[in-house]
């Protein structure tokens, strides 16, 4: 029997959405990233889900996308209008996380690479555990980047630091935050279970933890 490739569960008004490909580090796939999409547009429209958070299961939050399923659809002569097409539809999920009114949150530790990360920084807020690796991951496939990940980026880190990022390099370990108030903060807390009661009571008072950063202004 096959899994969901996204948990889904719902405590004191905050919905957890968990991506549920941990052998392959959460990696994306086009069902994961519809079945993101339904939810996060089924939670913007839902009176009693004041938040949003985004976590991976297993040692990692999120590869990136399924390389090896984009290899083996590779042999395909889709149209450039339609793969165009097909990416602005993925693409989707990280709008909604961006521009939802509700807060969203992304708990982070192990890999944060590609478009994972770019779903990261769509997020308002970010709790990494020590574990936590980021990276573009992009250049490495001869990619672009995608899902917003090049605009948040600027938001968020001071330039020239994004370029940095989108450099063929090893994962960079969160140290410190890039600036006040707008970047990633380190908590153990993401290495742990969330605790979704205590954010959304923080988020209604206006407050966040103290390693949470926001990517709004």
């Not at 889900?49 to 390389?67: E, S």
């Not at 793969?83 to 693409?91: C, D, E, S, T």
């Not at 192990?110 to 308002?124: E, F, K, R």
Request: aromatic fraction near 4%; charge should be positive.
């Amino acid at each position: 029997m096959m899994e969901n490739v996204l948990l889904q569960s719902r405590e004191d008004g905050v919905l957890t959405l968990t991506m549920n490909r941990p052998e392959r580090l959460n990696a994306l796939t086009q069902e994961m990233l519809q079945e993101l999409y339904d939810a996060l547009a089924g939670a913007a429209g839902d009176a009693e889900i004041g938040a949003i958070v985004l976590a991976g299961a297993g040692r990692g939050f999120c590869a990136g996308g399924d390389v090896k399923a984009m290899a083996e659809a590779g042999g395909r002569r889709d149209s450039y209008d339609r793969r165009a097409q097909g990416l602005r539809q993925r693409m989707e999920a990280a709008r909604l996380l961006h521009e939802m009114p509700k807060p969203t949150i992304a708990m982070l530790r192990g890999p944060v690479a590609g478009a994972g990360l770019s779903l990261a920084l769509a997020c308002d807020l970010r709790i990494a555990g020590d574990t936590a690796r980021l990276t573009t991951a992009f250049a490495k496939v001869a990619l672009s980047g995608d899902f917003g990940g090049s605009y948040f980026l600027t938001q968020l880190v001071d330039l020239p630091r994004p370029a940095s990022f989108t450099s063929p390099r090893p994962f960079s370990r969160l140290k410190r935050p890039c600036r006040s108030g707008s970047s990633v903060g380190s908590s153990p807390m993401a290495s742990s279970k969330p605790r979704p009661a205590s954010w959304h009571a923080r988020s209604r008072r206006g407050r966040a933890s103290p390693s949470a950063t926001s990517s709004r202004t």
